[in-house]
């Protein structure tokens, strides 16, 4: 069986093609870049998918050399997301479901995140931090539900890395460069913000922001923000390991590139004798390929179908609201 899946939550509109033992056969896309200074604004972002669908559908099946007749299903990212993006994907995928009578299941972002980690590292049953720019989560299974145990209250961790580097003239994306220039710098204290198992970036971002204009160096700034706020999310995913008694912990979403990051997690996990995974980079960034493997996992476990007369985009939907069937 192969799978089409399409990813457009936000800033990236991906196609991912994979067969049903979780061989990835493509996994195309194009990420919107907005002008230097600004944030995504959602219309923009989803102009740039409808101009790219084409050639990146076209990209998809030829990387992955089959027709799009050879494919059985096709999925899509239903939610959570920026509405107008999501509904780009939902009409192309619609497009495409006239074209060839497939059926179509509307995949759960979060919960997408978190399947192609277990895919990619073969882990079984982890605590799972999920770092990505609107979600900052600590996730883990309980019976048939993804169950959060702590979250961000105001901003993700991706979201809070863009915003300081805009804010210090860094660029988009920002956290690349913040971790490049994190390599020179050395610590100054910045608030530290957890409070049970949450967590809060915003007033981090301002004080980190402050700080470079009143004179400390970006290599400084950008060491410290992430080191307090890498710290952060450690504490918290030790404390879920701890509460659950589970012996792995799954790093994914996009922030999961970050080496200092793996590598905080890395020794947490070594000092409480548990197993670290992290996605590959390729998949930690917003990927089709993501999708496309876990609507294969849902129709091997007779979840619904996406009903394209009835049912619609969901842009709140969160990771525990899924009922996990496999």
């Keep these: 069986m192969i799978c089409l899946g399409l990813e457009s939550t936000a800033h990236t509109f991906s196609i991912g093609i994979v067969e049903d033992t979780g061989k990835i056969l493509a996994n195309a896309k194009s990420v919107y870049k907005p002008p230097e200074g600004w944030g995504i604004k959602p219309i923009d972002a989803a102009e740039h998918h409808k101009e790219v669908s084409e050639k990146v559908l076209t990209d998809a099946l030829k990387i992955a050399k089959v027709d799009l007749e050879?494919?059985?299903?096709?999925?899509?990212?239903?939610g959570p997301g920026l509405s107008?993006?999501?509904r780009v994907g939902k009409d192309f995928i619609f497009d495409l479901t006239k074209k060839t009578s497939k059926p179509v299941y509307g995949v759960n972002?979060?919960?997408?995140?978190?399947?192609?980690?277990?895919?990619?590292?073969?882990?079984k049953d982890p605590v799972v931090?999920?770092?990505?720019?609107?979600?900052?989560?600590?996730?883990?299974?309980?019976?048939?539900?993804?169950r959060i145990f702590g979250e961000t209250q105001d901003?993700?961790?991706?979201?809070?890395?863009?915003?300081?580097?805009?804010?210090?003239?860094?660029?988009?994306?920002?956290?690349?460069?913040?971790?490049?220039?994190?390599?020179s710098g050395k610590y100054i204290e910045l608030p530290y913000v957890v409070k049970g198992m949450d967590l809060s970036f915003t007033g981090i971002v301002t004080e980190a922001g402050k700080k470079v204009k009143s004179g400390i160096s970006k290599e400084d700034a950008c060491f410290s923000f992430q080191?307090?706020?890498?710290?952060?999310?450690?504490?918290?995913?030790?404390?879920?390991?701890?509460?659950?008694?589970?012996?792995?912990?799954l790093l994914t979403g996009g922030v999961a590139a970050n080496k200092r990051l793996q590598e905080m997690l890395e020794i947490m996990c070594k000092e409480r004798e548990a197993k670290f995974y992290s996605v590959p980079k390729e998949?930690?960034?917003?990927n089709g390929a993501m999708i496309a493997w876990t609507g294969v996992v849902m129709q091997k476990s007779a979840c619904k179908n996406f009903d394209t007369k009835k049912d619609d985009i969901n842009p709140l939907w969160r990771a525990d609201e899924v009922e996990i069937l496999w």
């Design 283 to 286: 998949y930690a960034m917003d």
């Design 70 to 78: 050879q494919v059985d299903i096709l999925c899509f990212s239903q």
């Design 227 to 249: 080191e307090t706020t890498f710290a952060m999310l450690t504490e918290v995913t030790e404390r879920a390991l701890a509460h659950t008694g589970k012996q792995e912990v």
């Design 129 to 146: 931090l999920y770092t990505s720019g609107a979600n900052t989560q600590v996730i883990t299974r309980i019976e048939n539900k993804y």
């Design 84 to 86: 107008p993006c999501l």
């Design 155 to 183: 901003i993700g961790i991706g979201n809070a890395l863009d915003k300081f580097a805009r804010e210090v003239g860094i660029g988009f994306p920002g956290g690349p460069e913040i971790e490049r220039l994190a390599l």
């Design 109 to 123: 972002h979060p919960v997408a995140h978190i399947e192609i980690g277990k895919l990619t590292t073969s882990c």
